[in-house]
């Protein structure tokens, strides 16, 4: 099998029915927006594990990240500390 070359990262959110695919760069511009059919957040994961396989990863320490309104984001594995008042 030959691995997939170059680096990419997205953002996919699925809130109220909607799926929003932004770009993690660029100030996060929307890539793809639109209704989601039921099933559809289980199909993206099931392209996801069943064209990449399960390799452990060490636990990132999340040193490198950004701010944002309501937290900070980490840049090299996108883990959300803080978040969305409730």
């Known amino acids: 099998m030959n691995a997939e070359r170059g680096s990419a990262a997205i953002h996919i959110k699925l809130a109220d029915g909607k799926i ?3 770009h993690t760069g660029f100030g996060g511009a929307i890539l793809h927006y ?3 059919q039921e099933g559809t957040w289980n ?15 060490e636990e990132c320490q999340h040193l490198d990240y950004y701010d944002t309104m ?17």
């Open 43 to 57: 199909a993206i994961w099931a392209v996801i594990r069943g064209m990449v396989s399960n390799e452990k990863i």
């Open 20 to 22: 929003t695919v932004s």
């Open 34 to 36: 639109g209704s989601a």
């Open 70 to 86: 309501t937290g900070a984001v980490c840049n090299d594995c996108g883990f959300e500390e803080g978040g969305e008042e409730e």
